[in-house]
């Protein structure tokens, strides 16, 4: 089992910046794919940013793509996403998660584990 506990989620003006953290129960934190997704009210649950274990490999949706960072720091059992440029189009509750694996996986059905979520509101 694996527990993931999301902070960082606010509420900001469009252009500005927020960084999401993730923190992970397991030990074992470098052998977890880690996964950011986002839903917006009545929206379907959608992939914004992936990394591997390593940290070496990452993907990330391509309307965040230059304004969102995903990084982790392993020895903490944390992943981040730097988010930059932030539009209300990013106004969601976005999602950390996890899996074994060493892809770098893109669709939510992949992640085994899952954090309870945090609120981004970007006001215009």
């Known amino acids: 089992q694996v527990q993931l506990v999301e902070s960082g989620g606010g509420l900001v003006q469009a252009g500005g910046s927020l960084r999401l953290s993730c923190a992970a129960s397991?030990?074992?934190?470098?052998?977890?794919?880690m996964g950011w997704f986002r839903q917006a009210p009545g929206k379907e649950r959608e992939f914004v940013a992936a990394i591997s274990g390593t940290g070496l490999s990452t993907n990330y949706e391509q309307s965040v793509k230059g304004r969102f960072t995903i990084s982790r720091d392993n020895a903490k059992s944390t992943v981040y996403l730097q988010m930059n440029s932030l539009t209300p189009e990013d106004t969601a509750v976005y999602y950390c998660?996890?899996?074994?694996?060493?892809?770098?996986?893109?669709?939510?059905?992949?992640?085994?584990?899952w954090g309870q979520g945090t609120q981004v509101t970007v006001s215009s």
């Open positions: 397991r030990r074992t934190f470098g052998k977890f794919v």
């Open positions: 998660a996890a899996d074994w694996s060493t892809v770098v996986l893109t669709t939510s059905a992949a992640y085994d584990y």
